[in-house]
């Protein structure tokens, strides 16, 4: 069965101080892994896919990476506004497209 | 990007009656879509998908016709909470994907509470 786990559930962190979120999984074949950004009471934003062990992602203060275990979400010099819970999914191959989420963090930087 | 609008953004209703919710795809044909639902602190879990013309899959454990599912277009899926009960109170969240190795778009979301 297809698994994620994300660490820390919770997260602190002091406006400029950077840091980073994990997320381990185990699937029958990889074919992606997603990171999602999801505010209160709404739905997931799309942040990053990544599709082999060594690929590297990176949006403004955000960088994704993946090994074939985990991947990490680095977020450098955080802003209050990147307060937010942060999903990890993965696309297991194979005929079905559906992601299988972990918990998230939840990131809260205070300024 | 993509656009997904889900509709409504929340519902309150009473125990026993049923509850429509909408997912559209704006600016592409979503040739597959997805139902999730999240409990407070808990990570999105599929319910089923659906593709267009065709039954839904259901995910185990998740009553079928309890929560009907219509892929009736390209463009519309929908969400029906039948006979709903306290328990069923919860957030509810589409998605729909182009195709095999598109991106997967998310609608913002339902919140559901059954008195």
């Known amino acids: 069965e297809d698994q994620v786990t994300q660490s820390p559930e919770a997260l602190r962190l002091q406006e400029g101080e950077s840091s980073s979120l994990n997320c381990s999984y185990t699937?029958?074949?990889?074919?992606?892994l997603f990171w999602y950004r999801q505010d209160p009471g709404k739905g997931p934003e799309f942040l990053f896919t990544?599709?082999?062990a060594g690929e590297e992602k990176e949006k403004e203060r955000l960088k994704a990476t993946l090994t074939k275990k985990e991947s990490f979400l680095h977020i450098t010099a955080p802003k209050p506004e990147d307060s937010a819970t942060y999903l990890c999914?993965?696309?297991?191959?194979?005929?079905?497209?559906?992601?299988?989420f972990g918990k998230g963090t939840k990131l809260t930087v205070n300024p | 990007g993509a656009v997904v609008s889900q509709h409504p953004s929340w519902v309150i209703c009473k125990s026993g009656t049923s509850v429509k919710i909408e997912c559209r795809s704006l600016?592409?044909?979503?040739?597959?879509m997805f139902w999730y639902r999240q409990f407070p602190k808990q990570s999105l879990m599929l319910m089923a998908t659906?593709?267009?013309?065709?039954?839904?899959?259901?995910e185990q454990g998740v009553e079928k016709d309890k929560f009907l599912i219509n892929h009736a277009s390209l463009t519309l899926s929908t969400l029906t909470v039948t006979s709903a009960h306290p328990e069923d109170s919860s957030f509810y969240i589409c998605?729909?994907?182009?195709?095999?190795?598109?991106?997967?778009?998310f609608g913002s979301g339902t919140q559901l509470s059954v008195l």
């Open positions: 699937v029958s074949g990889l074919r992606g």
């Open positions: 659906s593709n267009e013309g065709s039954k839904a899959t259901y």
């Open positions: 990544l599709y082999s």
């Open positions: 998605s729909a994907t182009q195709g095999k190795g598109e991106k997967l778009f």
């Open positions: 600016d592409f044909q979503a040739t597959t």
């Open positions: 999914a993965v696309q297991a191959r194979g005929g079905s497209e559906k992601l299988v």
